[in-house]
């Protein structure tokens, strides 16, 4: 005889996850659930959902670094209910950050003491990072005009098209006006000639760029030094420059040494740098250093006592987590100049062997430069039939996620697929992308051409006159082509060879 019952909710301990009634129904996703489910239930359905993201080690669009040794990683996981912000509480992690701004001031040529202490904080990235160095700038321009009896209502800041979104986002929160150089074709970072022509008695800073986001190129800030000091002479202003080195800023001092855009330069007076970028830290830590302590206004840095003792802080966060903090300290004591400097030469040499297997191809233009951040940005020289956007949709399949984008102002036209080379991205990985990317070329030849909207909106008349199609004509023609093409398909298989 089969005895058979109802299972009861006390039983749902002693079946599989997917045995329970938790993964029959939809996760909620506007309200909190009334009721508890099961821890295990509860990690198993998040992490099964969270497989549909993609591999962050194949996602060559971000510059953030995607793995660390496991003997960092336990550091992080032993420091992550620690709130750096509690500096009484927490002081040797308080120390630890100190300590990489003394060690990344050094590495920038910050003009310090044998013992003097750097000026710059910890940030949770260099967007931060940017908006705490344009305040600084901002505020000192309005107490030189306040002092000089000026107008001080309308600063602006030059800066690239090419410069990342937030610097948009200060010009906007901050009211200050930004100035763009515009780009050209061939030509995809601030020109220092326009943009010191730009430069006016309220101008509160240039921006310069060690890295574009574009294309890695490394902008001239020594010649852009050099113009801004004979312009300020010229006028008697003193215009000074901040150097957005987000990624350029620890690959520079260890493979361009003698590149001068650091505080060696008189009118740098403050640089950003990701630790979670080419800083090899995860996501999210930033720094901020500045010249001296002139060029941090006073009044901008806060003092509390209510977690303990006196605290200065200068910061758009409060509390944060003290792992990655603790995570970069690491980095530096782990590597130190040799490690850092091994690591940026491998990947430097894996971008040359990624840009070299492009380049054999004969279908791409490199855009970007062997001197800058190791990364491959690069163009099809035909794009009539197929373009990057189809590229990089068909990579999918391969596992890779690799960006294609058009350029900012004057240079829209251009269309690029970018590869950023991290530290785990290894040899073997740069020769299977190029393979891969072989394929995705080959099938893309045995495809029709994809249907230009805009050129199938219009049709030549008589005497070159132009006709505009009505939205029924164009929807007939694009379906007419898939049927025609579908057949062609169709009837080809069938033929004996």
């Not at 359905?45 to 496991?70: H, Y």
């Not at 297997?357 to 035909?382: C, H, M, Q, W, Y």
């Not at 690029?416 to 891969?436: G, H, K, M, P, Y």
């Amino acid at each position: 005889m089969v005895l058979s019952k109802t299972a009861s909710e006390s039983d749902v301990s002693i079946h599989s996850t997917f045995a329970s009634r938790y993964v029959r129904n939809s996760l909620p996703r506007f309200r909190m659930p009334e009721n508890s489910i099961p821890k295990d239930a509860a990690y198993q359905i998040i992490n099964d959902e969270l497989m549909l993201d993609g591999n962050p080690r194949l996602n060559l669009a971000s510059f953030v670094t995607t793995w660390m040794e496991p003997e960092c990683d336990k550091l992080i996981m032993d420091a992550v209910n620690k709130n750096y912000v509690d500096m009484d509480e927490y002081p040797v992690t308080t120390e630890l950050q100190n300590r990489c701004v003394n060690m990344i001031a050094h590495l920038f040529n910050a003009p310090l003491k044998e013992s003097e202490a750097a000026v710059g904080v910890g940030t949770v990235g260099s967007s931060e990072a940017i908006m705490l160095a344009g305040l600084a700038f901002k505020r000192k321009w309005q107490n030189k005009r306040k002092a000089e009896g000026k107008p001080f209502d309308k600063p602006n800041i030059v800066t690239g098209a090419n410069v990342q979104v937030c610097w948009e986002k200060f010009a906007r929160y901050f009211e200050v006006e930004l100035k763009e150089v515009k780009l050209r074709e061939g030509y995809y970072v601030m020109d220092p000639v326009k943009a010191v022509e730009l430069v006016d008695e309220n101008t509160i800073c240039v921006a310069a760029i060690l890295g574009s986001t574009l294309n890695g190129e490394f902008e001239d800030v020594k010649l852009l030094n050099d113009l801004l000091v004979e312009k300020n002479k010229q006028t008697g202003w003193d215009t000074p420059i901040h150097v957005d080195a987000a990624s350029g800023g620890f690959i520079a001092p260890f493979l361009y040494p003698e590149l001068e855009w650091d505080f060696r330069l008189p009118l740098v007076k403050s640089i950003n740098v990701s630790g979670h970028k080419y800083g090899l830290v995860y996501a999210g830590i930033g720094w901020i250093i500045w010249r001296s302590k002139e060029d941090l206004p006073e009044e901008l840095i806060f003092h509390i006592n209510y977690l303990g003792t006196d605290q200065p802080t200068f910061t758009l966060n409060f509390s944060k987590g003290s792992s990655q903090v603790i995570a970069q300290y690491y980095q530096l004591i782990r590597l130190g100049y040799e490690g850092y400097r091994n690591v940026m030469e491998n990947c430097h040499e894996n971008a040359m062997v990624l840009k070299e297997g492009l380049e054999k191809t004969g279908r791409f233009n490199i855009v970007s430069k062997d001197e800058g951040v190791p990364l491959v940005a690069f163009s099809l020289k035909d794009s009539r039939r197929h373009d990057e956007f189809e590229i990089s949709e068909m990579l999918r399949r391969f596992g890779w996620i690799v960006p294609a984008y058009t350029m900012p102002a004057d240079a829209q036209h251009i269309t690029v697929l970018r590869v950023v080379i991290r530290e785990d991205f290894s040899r073997t990985l740069a020769e299977r992308l190029v393979l891969d990317i072989q394929k995705v070329l080959h099938e893309l030849d045995t495809l029709p051409a994809r249907v230009n909207a805009k050129l199938s909106a219009v049709e030549n008349g008589k005497n070159g006159t132009v006709i505009k199609k009505t939205e029924m004509e164009k929807q007939r023609e694009i379906t007419d082509f898939w049927k025609k093409y579908v057949m062609e398909r169709k009837s080809n298989r069938n033929k004996i060879c």
